[in-house]
């Protein structure tokens, strides 16, 4: 029928399940492991925040990856399409995760640019003198008024362009010869690039002050609501759940593929590389704090941006070898952003493909340049940090439950296809989800509803 799918072309193919097992782990293991995982986990009762954080991982980040897996494989879409084969209503859930998609592209890259500057700034440590002003003024030129200047800064526009250009190329190649092939490469070459960082890392001088730091429990914090949606959130940012991202990507395996045990490897293989993370992360902070002299608990600047590109950068440049461990760090957080983007604009891209039966190469330079040039308007400017903090606000917080919320209610309550859904994941898979997922799912969709309304009162009383 038309609008269903105007494509007369075959669906592309992931050459095999490695291959769609390292795009997925891919697009899971990004940024956000790096540098949110482990401040998210210091500000919210350090260790004790992994047992939120698995009971999210358990009854939340693993049914749903299933259920994306499910809808993705059983109904062969982009996320519009697929959706709407669920439930003939539900296309603009679909759009909705494509929507989002294309706003978190925007600061995504924005973040890879820097991290790409900041890969060649390493080799000549320029900001070892004074990691904050080098990066404030020298590099974003902020000067003093913060949201205002529309002014274009060409140092870093030219590595958004870049990125932009690159994900361009990589996606005009299609499936198989541009994205498999970036992350067969990519994520074994991320494995190892962060894999010695994390060792060297680990045997600095006041490495172990660092972790304590870190796995210090404070229980008390399992009794604040706002901590348990934290966990969750965390892990549906780190899975790239409710984006719609996860529906594309399994919408180019095989018909008869294992879907469940991948999607566990990706789960158990994407904690794995945050727990690497969070300790190599505090390691280096205990490093920083030692040769400070004050504790753990004094520094300022560990979380998110300013960790990356402020505290990370101070203690570059004491450490002997500072260059090859910067070059190493920021290596690592291009190629782990960039292949979480690819994943991003993949999903757009494979939208208007379904949609309008545009071929790899269209719908990529199309929603490319759309995507490129806005990005350089709005992050190459001094306004990009501002923007990028209301930006994360809104679509990570509030749009991923609203997308998650939709796909649910369109799959098992409007749809009913609850027990479809499982039965084709127990009809292809070695792990079988149990009568009781679907149960589940409802369950986690009335505590989604219950974490949106907590955040939207709180986003509209700040
Ligand atoms: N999962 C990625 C990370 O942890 O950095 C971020 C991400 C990728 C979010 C893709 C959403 C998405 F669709």
Redesign the pocket.
């Known amino acids: 029928p038309a609008g269903d799918s105007a494509s007369p072309q075959k669906r592309e193919h992931w050459s095999g399940q490695t291959a769609f097992i390292l795009a997925a782990i891919g697009?899971?293991?990004?940024?956000?492991?790096?540098w949110?995982f482990p401040g998210e986990a210091y500000e919210n009762g350090g260790g004790a925040f992994m047992v939120p954080y698995l009971i999210a991982l358990l009854t939340a980040g693993i049914p749903i990856l299933f259920l994306e897996n499910a809808i993705g494989h059983r109904f062969r879409g982009s996320a519009p399409l697929a959706m709407r084969r669920v439930h003939r209503n539900a296309e603009g859930v679909g759009w909705f995760h494509v929507a989002?998609?294309f706003v978190?592209g925007l600061y995504?890259t924005a973040v890879i640019a820097w991290s790409l500057s900041y890969f060649w700034f390493s080799f000549g440590l320029d900001y070892a003198d004074d990691p904050a002003g080098f990066f404030f003024n020298d590099y974003l030129q902020l000067g003093s008024d913060v949201t205002l200047s529309a002014q274009i800064v060409p140092s870093v526009a030219l590595p958004l362009i870049l990125v932009w250009a690159l994900t361009i190329g990589i996606l005009a190649l299609g499936i198989h010869k541009g994205v498999e092939r970036l992350n067969v490469v990519g994520i074994p070459l991320l494995v190892v690039t962060f894999g010695i960082l994390a060792f060297r890392a680990l045997s600095l001088p006041g490495a172990s002050d660092g972790i304590e730091a870190l796995f210090t429990p404070d229980f008390s914090v399992l009794t604040d609501p706002e901590v348990w949606i934290a966990a969750y959130g965390q892990v549906f940012?780190?899975?790239?759940l409710a984006?719609?991202?996860m529906i594309t990507y399994a919408s180019y395996r095989r018909r008869r593929s294992n879907v469940t045990g991948p999607a566990l490897v990706v789960a158990f293989g994407?904690s794995s590389f945050s727990l690497l993370a969070g300790l190599a992360v505090f390691a280096t902070l205990g490093f920083l704090a030692q040769t400070q002299g004050v504790g753990v608990d004094e520094l300022e600047n560990i979380t998110g941006v300013s960790l990356s590109f402020v505290t990370f950068p101070a203690v570059i440049a004491q450490m002997p070898g500072g260059q090859f461990f910067g070059a190493l760090f920021f290596a690592s957080l291009v190629l782990?952003?960039l292949t979480?983007?690819i994943?991003?604009i993949q999903?757009i891209s494979a939208a208007f493909q379904d949609k309008f039966g545009w071929n790899p190469r269209i719908a990529a330079v199309a929603v490319g340049l759309v995507s490129a040039v806005l990005s350089v308007l709005g992050f190459s400017t001094a306004s990009g940090l501002y923007l990028l903090d209301t930006v994360d606000q809104w679509s990570?917080q509030l749009g991923i439950v609203a997308g998650a919320v939709g796909m649910i209610a369109a799959a098992l309550w409007f749809g009913r296809r609850g027990h479809e859904l499982e039965r084709h994941l127990a009809a292809v898979s070695t792990i079988r989800p149990g009568r009781y997922w679907p149960v589940l799912i409802n369950v986690i969709a009335l505590l989604l509803i219950y974490m949106f309304v907590s955040k939207a009162v709180s986003l509209a009383i700040d």
Not at 27 to 34: K, M, R, Y
Not at 237 to 240: K, P, R
């Open positions: 697009s899971a293991v990004g940024l956000g492991n790096i949110r989002i998609c978190i995504y940012f780190s899975l790239s984006y719609g991202v994407n782990a952003g979480s983007l994943s991003v999903t990570n």
